[in-house]
């Protein structure tokens, strides 16, 4: 059998010639598998970077740009601010409000009520005297319900013009101290006086079984207090009318409260003794007293 090749040099072949990617001159298909990492005109790959990857090369004094002055300085900076505080649940705290912070600064002050006291001629006891045991019953008739962890503290004895006081405040264990919540002061009555409490109208009443309302007559008066007795007589008629009482009263706030148990009229507050509170409660004891003793 004959092939192109053997027509080489024949008239009807002479200008044939085999197509070069079959010719042993070229590489064949397999020689162009390589890659251009493997051929010699390939960049070096270890070398190769594309452009403006490096950065400028550090230099201790470089060309200032043209409109800069060279003697310009940034400005100082403030000193940074602390941090907000976090609230329990993520939010920023507010600046506290020194309104609302006054609101919550107990009023109790017993070194300025003790002092007060010792000034005026009163004695001064912790609450744990003989002459103490006494008010643990005055305690537990307050209008309050103050329970039975409450105790007496701070107590001070002394004479207001004709009328005997004690002041004390019932106070309640938290750790290792005790804090007082309600202040009392009462004074010991002459005589029988019926159980009566007389109490602003705005608050809620407790332990009142057995007591029934008098009224003054004096719509203003009826308005903003109540007098409860456990009987209706003289004596009670005539504290609700008396025009002392009332013009002492309607000049509070209404936030005192007033009650008779064994053998004391007493007023109670909740707040701690101080000097202010124990001549407020003295004023109105005093003419609550003088009502009340008018028949005798």
Do not use: C
Not at 83 to 93: C, H, K, L, Q
Not at 187 to 200: D, H, I, N, Q
């Amino acid at each position: 059998m004959s092939s192109p090749r053997d027509r080489d040099g024949s008239e009807d072949g002479g200008d044939w010639q085999e197509p070069s990617h079959l010719s042993g001159d070229e590489p064949n298909i397999a020689d162009r598998r390589k890659t251009p990492r493997d051929d010699d005109s390939a960049p070096d790959r270890a070398s190769w970077q594309p452009p403006g990857w490096d950065l400028p090369a550090a230099e201790p004094q470089r060309d200032v740009p043209a409109g800069v002055d060279p003697s310009w300085t940034p400005p100082a900076t403030q000193a940074p601010q602390e941090p907000a505080r976090r609230g329990f649940f993520g939010g920023s705290r507010r600046a506290p409000d020194p309104e609302m912070e006054r609101a919550f600064i107990p009023e109790t002050d017993p070194v300025g009520a003790q002092g007060w006291a010792l000034q005026h001629g009163w004695t001064v006891s912790d609450g744990s005297g003989p002459e103490d045991a006494a008010l643990a019953d005055l305690i537990a008739s307050a209008p309050v319900r103050p329970g039975k962890e409450a105790r007496a503290a701070s107590v001070l004895r002394g004479r207001t013009g004709t009328t005997e006081l004690v002041a004390f405040d019932i106070a309640y264990p938290l750790g290792q101290s005790w804090v007082p919540k309600y202040a009392v002061t009462a004074a010991p009555l002459l005589g029988a006086v019926p159980g009566l409490r007389l109490s602003p109208a705005r608050f809620w009443k407790h332990r009142t079984a057995g007591l029934i309302p008098i009224p003054s007559g004096d719509e203003v008066f009826d308005a903003r207090w109540v007098l409860l007795a456990a009987e209706d007589g003289p004596q009670v008629r005539r504290l609700s009318q008396d025009p002392a009482v009332h013009g002492l009263l309607l000049g509070t706030d209404d936030g005192d409260e007033f009650w008779t148990a064994v053998g004391h009229l007493a007023a109670i507050r909740p707040d701690g003794h101080r000097p202010q509170l124990l001549e407020h409660h003295a004023r109105l004891l005093t003419a609550i007293v003088g009502a009340l003793a008018a028949g005798y």
